[in-house]
C-alpha cells in the first residue's frame, strides 16, 4: 500500500474514493452469493443497495447484512479515473454502452494495480525498467476507452509481474524459503519459519499465521480469505493489498 507522503498524488491516485465515482463496480460488474455478496447479479445491472446518489445504503453495516465482497473489494482508484477522465464527468447512467464501460473498469482496475506494485518497487528496490514501465502505465490510464481496450494488458501484466519477482528477490535475499501458489489452506503455520518467504499466489485461506513474521514475504495474489492474521507481523510485507488483508482475520 502506498504511503500518504508522496508529494505527487500518486498515492490519492491508486486508492479508492468512492464519494469521485459513481457506484461503478455497484452497477458495472457482476457477483454472486458463493462469493460473499448477498445475492447474484449480473454485470451491468445496478445492485439492489445502490441509491439514487450512486451511494450504497448499507455501506455502515456490509459484512453484517451479508456484502463481505463488497467489502474486500478494491478498485484501486481506477473507479474515479474512469468516471473523471476515461469518460469525461459521464456517470453509468449517460453511457450507452454499458458493456464497453465494465471492460473499460477492469482494464483500468488491472492499470491502477500494476502502478501500485509498482510504485512500491520504486520505494523498496528501484530499477530503470520498472520506472520506465511504470511511466508507460500512467500515460496508457488516461487514454480513451478504444486505447485502453486494444492495449495488449496481457503483455503488460506479464512483464510486470516479471519486474515484481526480480525485485521481490532482490530485497527478500537469497535462500529464503518458496511457497509459491501452494497449497497451504487450512494449515497451521504458526511455527513455520515464514521471514521473507515467497508466497506468491499461495493459497492461505484458513490457514494459521497468528504471530508469524511474514516482513518482507512475498504475497502477491495470495489467497488470505480467513487467514488468521492477529499478532502477524505484516507491516514490511511485499505487495500486500487492502483487499488482501479485509478479507483475513485480525
Given amino acids: 500500500m502506498l504511503p500518504d507522503s508522496l508529494g ?11 464519494s469521485a465515482c459513481t457506484g461503478l463496480c455497484c452497477v458495472l460488474l457482476p457477483y454472486r452469493r458463493d462469493d460473499g455478496f448477498g445475492a447474484d447479479k449480473p ?3 445496478p445492485c439492489r443497495n445502490l441509491l439514487a446518489d450512486d451511494r450504497c445504503g448499507i455501506h455502515a453495516d456490509l459484512v ?11 478498485c484501486f482508484g481506477a473507479g474515479q479515473h474512469l468516471t473523471a477522465v476515461t469518460y469525461g464527468g459521464r456517470s453509468w447512467r449517460e453511457v450507452e454502452d454499458l458493456g464497453e464501460m465494465a471492460a473499460v473498469l477492469s482494464a483500468q482496475r488491472l492499470l491502477h ?33 478504444l486505447e485502453l481496450l486494444t492495449a ?19 530485497v527478500r535475499g537469497p535462500g529464503r524459503p518458496d511457497h509459491s501458489r501452494a497449497d497451504l489452506a487450512g494449515a497451521d503455520l ?8 515467497g508466497l506468491r499466489g499461495a493459497l ?14 512475498d504475497l502477491l495474489g495470495a489467497d488470505l480469505r480467513g487467514a488468521d492474521l492477529r499478532g502477524t507481523l505484516v507491516d514490511d510485507a511485499l505487495f500486500l493489498t487492502g483487499p488482501q488483508l479485509a478479507a483475513a482475520r485480525r
Wanted: aromatic residues 4%; negative net charge.
Fill in 8 to 18: 505527487d498524488g500518486r498515492a490519492a491516485a491508486l486508492t479508492a474514493d468512492c
Fill in 113 to 145: 494495480e500494476m502502478l501500485l506494485h509498482l510504485e512500491e518497487v520504486d520505494r523498496r528496490s528501484p530499477d530503470p525498467a520498472a520506472a520506465a514501465l511504470a511511466e508507460q502505465l500512467w500515460t496508457l490510464r488516461d487514454a480513451g476507452p
Fill in 190 to 197: 504458526r511455527e513455520a519459519d515464514l521471514h521473507g518467504a
Fill in 64 to 74: 453484517e447484512k451479508g456484502w463481505s465482497g463488497c467489502a474486500t473489494f478494491e
Fill in 43 to 45: 454485470g451491468q445491472v
Fill in 152 to 170: 495488449d494488458l496481457d503483455e503488460l501484466h506479464e512483464t510486470c509481474g516479471e519486474l515484481l519477482g526480480a525485485a521481490s528477490l532482490r
Fill in 204 to 217: 492461505l485461506i484458513g490457514a494459521d499465521l497468528s504471530g508469524v513474521d511474514l516482513g518482507p514475504a
